[in-house]
């Protein structure tokens, strides 16, 4: 059997992979893993987002795979570019939780939560079906994206492994 | 303000000292309830990219105990108290007495005294900074987490993120010589906090 190649997506970092690739990021808090997955074709891509909206940037040179609103777009048009076939595309998503749960006035206390509901409204808007997720709640998770099967392995330290 | 805004040496060192005198306050306090000598280690200040600010501490997947609080006042920002579990039984079983079953999972009453420890340490850290600054600040109650730190990190540098990807971190390890207490406390100040503290602390902006 040839050993899974694994393929690291950083914090506000996004990748593809096909051919047997393994997508994975670690320690996703308030931050959603996303995942799109051509069963067709076998290909995969994953994006680690930070925040909801590229509307509140004030970087120079904005980097896409940050926000939900840019990371989505920013994904597909590197799907399409190794073969892969939008209207055949599903996703899956893990994370968004509110590691620490005390009130606060402040908003990005509410972030998790916030970047959830983002990229449903992307998705939504691209036309790609959300088939699973594993969001919320307030504990880290990492996450594992096959792209033989379109399998999403979910892990944290309280409860376990999820299959997705 | 750039998403790799180059601090001038001068603020650097002033905000070095803010991790100074703020951690030499919590490793006093902790020394005094513990009855043992707490070591520090000079602290170093750095923007630092958020890829790597967890591996400070072992990595993204590394299970940690965060105590984490948000700063109020004049000059916002998140600060973090981070022990490895060994470090945390250590400290219960030392100041409360509390003996580890061996189990993984915390009771209400170690989740408790940890809340309790992080509100003196942290009290401490921010009290000598509104000495020295002159500047009100005031933390929000501390929140507790037994997780990955890159999950918990990442919470901390969300201010950041809309300016870059690095974060301005100032961090300090404390431990205890010979013995098996070691931590860190990570204070992040907000990007728009830099101005009022380099003014507060006669540091040219």
Redesign the interface.
């Known amino acids: 059997m040839i050993q899974d190649t694994y393929i690291k997506v950083?914090?506000?970092d996004l990748n593809v992979t096909g051919a047997g690739g393994v997508l994975k990021t670690?320690?996703?808090?308030?931050?959603v893993g996303l995942t799109l997955y051509d069963s067709l074709n076998k290909i995969a891509g994953m994006a680690h987002i930070?925040?909801p909206s590229s509307d509140?940037?004030?970087?120079?040179?904005l980097?896409p795979a940050?926000y939900a609103d840019t990371a989505v777009p920013e994904l597909l048009a590197r799907m399409e570019r190794i073969g892969a076939r939008i209207r055949s595309l599903e996703a899956k998503m893990a994370g968004g939780?509110q590691?620490?749960?005390?009130a606060?006035q402040?908003e990005?206390?509410r972030?998790g939560p916030r970047n959830v509901e983002a990229c449903k409204e992307i998705l939504k808007r691209l036309n790609i079906p959300l088939i699973a997720e594993d969001t919320g709640s307030?504990?880290?998770?990492?996450i594992e994206f096959y792209s033989e099967t379109g399998l999403l392995l979910v892990r944290?330290?309280?409860h376990g492994v999820k299959e997705l | 303000m750039a998403s790799r805004k180059l601090f001038a040496e001068l603020q650097l060192d002033a905000l070095r000292e803010v991790g100074n005198i703020g951690a030499g306050h919590a490793a006093t306090a902790l020394s005094r309830l513990l009855n043992k000598p707490i070591d520090m280690k000079v602290p170093s200040v750095d923007m630092v990219p958020f890829e790597e600010i967890s591996e400070k501490v072992g990595g993204p997947e590394e299970v940690v105990i965060a105590i984490f609080l948000r700063v109020e006042g004049d000059a916002t920002g998140n600060m973090f108290f981070i022990l490895d579990q060994t470090s945390a039984r250590s400290i219960l079983r030392r100041l409360v007495g509390l003996e580890w079953s061996g189990e993984d999972e915390w009771t209400e009453m170690e989740w408790s005294a940890l809340h309790e420890i992080g509100n003196i340490l942290a009290g401490s850290y921010l009290s000598s900074l509104a000495d020295l600054t002159g500047l009100h600040l005031t933390p929000s109650v501390p929140g507790l987490a037994f997780d990955m730190a890159g999950a918990i990190l990442s919470y901390g540098i969300l201010q950041f993120g809309v300016m870059g990807d690095h974060a301005l971190l100032i961090e300090t390890a404390f431990l205890e010589e010979r013995e098996d207490i070691g931590g860190f406390c990570f204070f992040i100040p907000d990007p728009d906090s830099f101005e009022k503290l380099f003014q507060a602390l006669g540091v040219p902006v």
Not at chain 1, 56 to 61: A, H, L, V
Not at chain 1, 99 to 102: D, I, P, R
Not at chain 1, 138 to 142: D, L
């Open positions: 950083g914090m506000a670690t320690g996703l808090g308030s931050c930070m925040l509140i940037s004030r970087d120079e040179s980097n940050k939780a590691m620490f749960a005390f606060s402040n990005t206390m972030i307030n504990y880290g998770r990492t944290s330290v309280q």
